[in-house]
């Protein structure tokens, strides 16, 4: 076992439990948040405190374009020992960024200043909005320049740091919203102004732990390398377009609801939303847990080490997914009635809808990593920006021609984002490693089935039982999901069997179970040598 596998494995637990108590997290605050903010301030003013955070996301976008590439080439150098390197790598990307947020303020300007003409406002939001958009720009200066330095903590494989200061931001913004409302009165402006306190919080501690993590690296204008701007733009200028495509498949969809159908629309979709966004979020938390160590094999030239990895995450993440996308289609109306109130459980169909492709979407994300890890973003990027402008003119068309409202919005997105992830990404992943074309395919097909399966016996079962209350309702999906999850793992090879049992915390590695587990897919294996 290389120094690196060994690091990776002992680092491996702490990071997945801190990645699953991220989700957690973020499950717990969306759920509990969306119907707290609609109750409190109202359907179309929540519609409008997601559009403004997409200011927030298009910090999200920039920043994490930019940290890809920073990322990639810290962790070459760092593993390379090279520090003189990183140090100019680290201050060059540092101040780069600030640059870049700086540059931005005229363009939140004019946003802010004609909002009133590219959104949908009522007159009674506007000045609390106008308010919400300002704190949403002073939110993307600090978030950009805090990114940077999370890339020490990326490059030495402490993700679990990093997920502790994701859950605090959370918390902080939870709790400071509800405390404001309590203390004066529900408004937007109040979120906009616990967004910009918790952001300054949370940079100067990522700061702090940056600097202790990682004391060799440097801040200073004279570790600026000019030089470095051409390699580092050069790969996140094509990750940068990558995003923006990615951003026009995920935040115009509110934006055409608010602009071509109403503001009360783009509120109920931005509801329903929260569910494909903690989807979404619990995929990329799962995917993160092996990024750092594909950069690493890869920069160790450990290529069929990358193969393998690989392919035991997309089918992993494919199957982590699976289970309660169809859990959470089969109980949509119920659902919708116990968490919003029975005037949304029409809308379950657009659920349905909103959710159902993302058993592959989101599956196949490790795959980015691979990407990345091989520098090869041009090629993904001016596709996802194609498929993006597709998905936006498709929810136009359909809303405009076909009169499909808010259900054309969501199958745009399920046309756009399925050719893209689904057909195209697994072919180009594995064409740049000249392997055949069904490489990263094969790995998710078994989630559609699991899927597929979990959805018809709910659906059956529905036929003979109801499940109205908030008990049966959970008995219902437990019971699915302990079906659906135990059918995934006996899907399971061997070799991902024992990625996943090695993502246990040590103290439940340590008990018997594990080692029984462990011991019987070896001389599973022995018998078939």
Avoid at 257 to 269: D, S, T
Avoid at 428 to 449: D, E, L, N, Q
Wanted: with cysteine.
């Amino acid at each position: 076992m290389t120094g690196a596998s060994a690091q990776f494995k002992r680092q491996l637990p702490r990071n997945f439990a801190l990645q699953i108590l991220l989700f957690g997290t973020q499950v717990g605050i969306g759920i509990w948040l969306v119907p707290y903010l609609i109750q409190h301030v109202g359907i179309v003013a929540y519609g409008l405190i997601t559009l403004a955070a997409v200011l927030t996301d298009y910090v999200g976008i920039v920043s994490q374009s930019i940290a890809v590439a920073v990322n990639r080439f810290l962790t070459i150098s760092l593993q390379r020992n090279d520090l003189l390197e990183a140090n100019r790598i680290f201050s060059t990307a540092f101040f780069t960024n600030l640059a870049i947020g700086l540059a931005q303020l005229p363009f939140f300007f004019v946003f802010i200043w004609y909002a009133d003409s590219i959104l949908t406002i009522p007159h009674a939001l506007h000045h609390d909005m106008v308010i919400l958009l300002v704190c949403s720009a002073a939110t993307f200066v600090m978030n950009l320049v805090a990114s940077i330095f999370g890339v020490p903590l990326y490059a030495n494989n402490r993700l679990d740091i990093l997920r502790m200061i994701d859950i605090a931001r959370y918390l902080l913004r939870a709790g400071g919203i509800v405390t404001l409302f309590i203390m004066f009165e529900p408004s937007l402006r109040y979120v906009g102004y616990v967004y910009v306190c918790s952001s300054l919080l949370l940079l100067s501690t990522q700061a702090i732990i940056s600097k202790r993590l990682a004391p060799t690296l440097r801040l200073g204008l004279r570790h600026y390398d000019w030089g470095k701007i051409r390699q580092l733009v050069g790969m996140s200028g094509w990750t940068l377009i990558n995003s923006i495509g990615g951003l026009l498949f995920l935040q115009t969809d509110i934006f055409v609801c608010n602009r071509f159908i109403g503001p009360a629309a783009a509120g109920e979709y931005a509801a329903l939303l929260q569910w494909p966004t903690l989807i979404r979020a619990g995929g990329a938390i799962i995917a993160a847990v092996a990024a750092p160590m594909l950069m690493i094999y890869y920069a160790r030239s450990e290529l069929g080490q990358v193969v393998r990895l690989s392919q035991a995450s997309v089918r992993a993440l494919a199957l982590a997914v699976a289970v309660p996308i169809a859990i959470i289609c089969l109980t949509s109306s119920t659902l919708l009635r116990l968490w919003l109130g029975p005037g949304f459980t029409h809308l379950a169909p657009l659920m349905v809808v909103m959710l159902f492709h993302l058993v592959i979407n989101v599956g196949v994300v490790p795959l980015l990593n691979v990407q990345v890890s091989m520098n090869k973003v041009r090629k993904p990027a001016v596709v996802t920006l194609i498929t993006g402008a597709l998905n936006l003119a498709l929810a136009i068309a359909f809303i405009t021609f076909f009169d499909w409202g808010i259900y054309g919005v969501a199958i745009a997105g399920a046309i756009a984002l399925t050719a893209k992830n689904a057909i195209w990404m697994p072919i180009y992943t594995a064409g740049i490693m000249h392997k055949p074309w069904h490489t990263f395919i094969k790995p998710y097909m078994s989630a559609v089935g699991i899927f597929l399966g979990v959805s018809a016996l709910g659906a059956t079962i529905n036929q003979f039982v109801t499940h109205e209350s908030l008990i049966s309702t959970i008995l219902y999906s437990v019971s699915l999901s302990a079906l659906g999850y135990v059918a995934a793992w006996l899907i399971l090879p061997k070799d991902d069997r024992r990625v996943v049992l090695s993502m246990l915390p040590a103290r439940f590695r340590a008990r018997p179970e594990y080692a029984t587990n462990l011991r019987r897919i070896n001389q599973d294996d022995t018998k078939k040598i």
